[in-house]
């Protein structure tokens, strides 16, 4: 089992940056691959970001390719995405997900966070 919690989130002018946090519990995360997902009122849940369990593989949504990063940190069990130049249509709330695979972490991952609200201003 694995729960994962995130934090960083907040308000933001456009062209700012924020980092979110996505803590993990369980001993078998530094084995799963990890994604952030967003879903802004009334849009479908989107994903933006995965890392792989080493973190030497990472896949971005063409909508923040450039502009977001995601890492983890597997000895503190938590994975980081870092989002710069924000923008208004960046506004969502966030959630990190977890999986033990690379393809399906970014479709249907068993494991989530309770999500963070991001919100930029123009």
């Known amino acids: 089992q694995v729960r994962l919690v995130e934090s960083g989130g907040g308000s933001v002018q456009a062209g700012g940056s924020l980092r979110l946090s996505c803590a993990a519990s369980?001993?078998?995360?530094?084995?799963?691959?990890t994604a952030w997902f967003r879903q802004a009122p009334g849009k479908e849940r989107e994903l933006v970001s995965a890392i792989s369990w080493g973190g030497r593989r990472t896949d971005y949504a063409d909508s923040v390719k450039g502009r977001f990063t995601i890492s983890r940190d597997n000895a503190k069990n938590t994975v980081y995405l870092q989002m710069n130049s924000l923008k208004p249509e960046d506004t969502a709330v966030y959630y990190c997900?977890?999986?033990?695979?690379?393809?399906?972490?970014?479709?249907?991952?068993?494991?989530w966070g309770q999500g963070t609200q991001v919100t930029v201003s123009s």
């Open positions: 369980g001993r078998t995360f530094s084995s799963m691959c």
């Open positions: 997900a977890a999986d033990l695979n690379l393809i399906t972490v970014g479709i249907v991952p068993p494991y």
